[in-house]
């Protein structure tokens, strides 16, 4: 089985440098890509079937199809990697940036050459201190070699790489949020359209794309289209990060073909439930992502499955729910988070998540009362698609109204017995 | 007054940008870095280099969860407490370090030593519960471990009263100071 992305990394050793990471291949695809057409690049990430890893799946190649092109293209244009991994459960790109620095900037390059950037930016969380000091150093060796700054390996192109390294808040991995971070504001979410990649940073044409997304462009040039596509068990190119934590034998972070089953996942890889723990539900890609149980176990890691299971991919870091743990009390954290990390723009959100939280801790501590159910789900259906600007108050409505639904006794348990019965 | 230090490195980060108020986030960690937390008058010494009203830099101040608009202690411990923390007994350490430092959520213990605050996810959750100190991220934590790890920063806060906290590792995320 290859694992491209993970193939320089050994975890708790430095990562490669310059040297080695050319000495392993690297920074051949850049060659390679330097001597192709945009156009070439973008069809050949399009055939691979490359979907976005940040969590929503877009087309990579369709995102970078709106970027307006040729000599009458407004500049400069942005390549964004969004690096702000904030979302509870989730520590994949993290290993990608601390193991393999030179893989993520050499996608970088490449996928700015494809729109044709000038400017790129890392938007790192702050938390990441080990990330920031190897993608600078990774940033500082890139521009002496020459794959970064004017005329890239003596050709037309050039591309200026900077870290941007953030100061906490979970909005500003929402990308017209980010873009408002960048500018130096307040990191509320942009109405769209205009979409980021007419009129994005500065008004400019902008890409942003996560960072295990473009780790996936150098593979996908070098090795080509149909070489990615027979990398995954699913229609999605490629292969996933997938991770697992809670109390299961052996949490951690694999990569794996994409579309790998989750009982391959959970109980191959993370070794099952840890003894004396029970499974009984699980995130699959983060906190707003909606509960699946164990019917779902065969139920293939990928966007259209997780979709057709009534879930998301997301992050493909999933998070589990076991026995011992109160399905309330977990919702309960899991809705805190979001009502905290709230930037405030929309109503719906501030207001209602703040509702939510309110409701959960009543439950939890014994003061619940039957037609706060009812009220849950209600809230839950104003939070959905449609009635904010970005994505957050559809996200936290996930998980909480999923947990409705299968864990339905355990609400009302707490009504009746007054009490969190786990407590 | 912004000293010559942090109006060089705060013009040093304005060239990144081709808006010089892009750079007002990593300004106020720079003010903060020499000076532990952003005061009002910090804000006004970024505003004034910046060219930005100091209402509008307090808007963006107040909004990041890692500029601190309050003095801390010397170290500020983050402790995690998101969904993965929590599953595997977060609220357990959070308990044990009120009883340990005497502090609440948001408070600095008497001596100036540590400030406690909760942290979003901080994308370690295979190795849950997580917290940081400066720039260290201490995993698989247990009551115990934490006892260890204050311990080693109690001692290394009277040895080196003054000296600021350096980054140890060089690589691995669980290195001590």
Known sequence: METPLTRNISPGKNPPDLARYEKAGGYAALRKALRMSPDDIMEEVKEANLRGRGGAGFPTAKKWSFVPMGENAPHPKYLICNADEMEPGTFKDRLLLEGDPHQLLEGMIISGYAIQADIGYIFLRWAYKLAAERLERAIGEAYRQGYLGRNILGTEYSLELHLHVSAGRYMCGEETALLNALEGKRANPRAKPPYPQVSGLWGKPTVVNNVETLCNVSHIVNHGSGWFKSLSRSGDGGTKLYGVSGRVKKPGLWELPMGTPIREILEGHAGGMRDGYRFRGLLPGGASTDFLIADHFDTAMDFDSMQAAGSRLGTGTMIILDDRTCPVGMLRNLEHFFAQESCGWCTPCWSGLSWIEQILQDLEEGEGLSSDLERLQAHARLLGPGHTFCALAPGAAEPLQSGLKYFRDDFERHVHEKRCPWR | ?177
């Open chain 2, 1 to 177: 007054m912004l000293s010559e230090q942090e109006r060089k490195e705060i013009e040093a980060h304005s060239r990144h940008y081709p808006d010089h108020r892009s750079a007002c986030i990593e300004a106020l960690k720079i003010v903060q870095r020499y000076r532990g937390w952003v005061s009002d008058e910090g804000i006004k010494d970024v505003a004034d280099a910046l060219q930005m009203a100091p209402a509008e830099l307090e808007g963006v101040a107040t909004f990041y969860n890692m500029i601190f608009r309050k003095p801390v202690g010397r170290h500020v411990i983050l402790l995690c407490d998101s969904v993965s923390c929590w599953i595997m007994g977060g609220e357990r350490l959070r308990e044990h370090l009120h009883t340990r430092l005497g502090i609440g959520l948001g408070e600095t213990s008497a001596d100036g030593s540590f400030t406690l605050l909760p942290n979003v996810c901080l994308g370690a959750c295979d190795h849950a519960p997580v917290m940081m100190i400066g720039d260290a991220l201490y995993q698989d934590l247990d009551p115990a471990r934490i006892d260890e790890i204050l311990d080693r920063h109690a001692q290394h806060s009277l040895s080196q009263e003054e000296k600021k906290e350096k980054r140890e590792p060089a690589d691995g995320n669980t290195a001590d100071p």
